[in-house]
Each structure stands twice: as C-alpha cells, then as structure tokens.
C-alpha cells in the first residue's frame, strides 16, 4: 500500500515541470541534483552545523583537547562535535544521548554536529556495528570529563565541596537546599573550558572521570525521537514513477519458521 508523500515545494515544482518522457535515469539525475541544492536547515543537523560555523567552536580538531569535542552555550544549550557520520543507522541520536547522560544535560538542550572535516576530531571512517562499542568510548568519557570540570568549578563558585552537590539538567546545586545553584552557562557559556586530555589515539581519548555505572543512565535506552526523522515528517517514499515508465513494488514478510525450522 503507497504512503502519500507531501513533497518540498521545491522538488514539487521541478515535478512538475519535467517532461512526461523523461527517462528514469535523467529523472534521478535530476532529483539528486534537487537534494543536493537544499538549504542547509533542509537536512537533519543543518541548523546545528550552520551554528556551530557562524558560532565558531573551537576548530583546532586536537581530540586531546576536551574544547574540541563539547561547547556550552550562553543559553544554557550544548553541542557536541564527534568524527563519526550516521548513513541512517541512528548512531548519531545513540551518541548523543550517551553524551547527554555522561554530561547530566536533557537531551533536548543538546544537538550534535558529526563528521564535518573542519570542525569535528577526526575519528576515522564511519560503520554501524563499531559504532557504539568502540567509537561511543571516547564521547563518553570526554562528556564525563566536561562534567567533572564544572563540578569543579560550580564547587568553586558556590563555596561547598563537590561531594554535597548533584547535578540535573546542566544546573549545578547543593543537595540540602537546591536554590543554593549555578547553570553550566554561568559557569563557561560561550568559553573554552581549556582542558586537556590524554590517549595515545583517538580512540583511547579520556580525562580522569569515569564514565557512569549503566544503573545510573537516564537518557540511554529512552524512545527519545531519531534526530534525522523530522526531516521527513514521519513520511515514508513507498513509489515513485513517472508517466510510461514501469514500476514494480515488493512486499517484505516474515516467516513463521527460521530457515525452516519451527
């Protein structure tokens, strides 16, 4: 059964236009170069790039340097900056709740920038099944570390030691009396953080915090809503064709047996 799809105006209106014997290799051609000529707000995470440029983030790409991998903002907002690239996989929603969880920040206050030569630590090519198991490592223990720097300095800035306060949400208060706190961005909002870190490859990349026991994640393992979905509107391209051209459809179905055994 087709799923109507409501179309780009843009890629509409070339639809539109095009001459009903066009072939379906020129069509394709054509509709990749439509794509391609989107805004940058057009694809998942554009906005956040653009930001991230116009903002400028600290692009020396060192990975062992934690201003590299994470910037606060005035807001109260944060963005991370991993070498990966996501081909639809979800690694890209996966490494930013992880990162959310290790920071102690909602994830809705967070976007991600990811594999962007100029501005993101190169951490080579980009694969699903070591996504997470290894390239997840490192973004880990680099959030764990940011947070362990601005308990540091939140502990500075209320006058208490560390061990009486708790962190939630990117705000920083004392456990006896939660109006006794200090937001992230009052701490280091649109500053470097300064912080080096240490590894002998970016894989190995780390600070001296530990990365929380699985028991204490909140984020990870949430139905939080795929960063690259909205994009589509939740729509899905069943078929397309165009006037002559033949079109063949599939149906996917699941057996009631594995290789046909019960």
């Known amino acids: 059964m087709s799923t109507k799809l409501d179309f780009p105006k843009a890629i509409e209106h070339a639809l539109r236009g095009l001459n009903p014997s066009t072939s379906r290799r020129s069509f394709l051609r054509s509709s990749g170069a439509l794509v391609l000529s989107f805004s940058v707000n057009a ?3 554009g906005r956040a790039l653009a930001q991230a440029v116009s903002a400028g983030p600290y692009p020396d790409r060192d990975f062992l340097q934690l201003d ?8 109260n907002t944060a963005t ?3 070498g990966k690239t996501d081909g639809g996989q979800g690694t890209g929603t996966a490494f930013r709740q992880m990162m959310c969880d ?7 206050k967070t976007s991600l920038v990811m594999g962007s030569t100029d501005i993101t630590p190169d951490q080579g090519g980009s694969g699903g099944s070591d996504a997470i198991e290894r390239d997840g490592w490192p973004m880990r223990r680099v959030a764990a570390e940011a947070r362990r720097v601005l308990l540091e300095l939140g502990s500075e800035r209320l006058g208490m030691p560390v061990a009486e306060l708790a962190v939630s949400n990117g705000t920083i208060a004392a456990k006896s009396d939660s109006s006794k706190s200090v937001t992230y961005a009052e701490i280091v909002g649109g500053k470097r953080f300064d912080v080096a870190l240490t590894g002998r490859n970016v894989d190995a990349t780390t600070g001296t915090a530990p990365v929380k026991p699985v028991q204490d994640l909140r ?7 795929r960063y690259d979905i909205p994009a589509t509107g939740g729509r899905t391209l069943r078929a397309c064709s165009m006037p002559g051209t033949f079109t063949s459809t599939a149906q996917v179905s699941d057996p009631s047996t594995f290789a046909g055994m019960s």
Do not use: K, N, R, S
């Open 43 to 45: 694809f998942p995470g």
């Open 68 to 75: 590299t991998w994470i910037v606060i903002h005035p807001d």
């Open 80 to 82: 991370f900056f991993v």
């Open 102 to 108: 290790e920071l102690d920040i909602a994830y809705d």
């Open 219 to 225: 984020v990870v393992g949430q139905p939080v809503p």
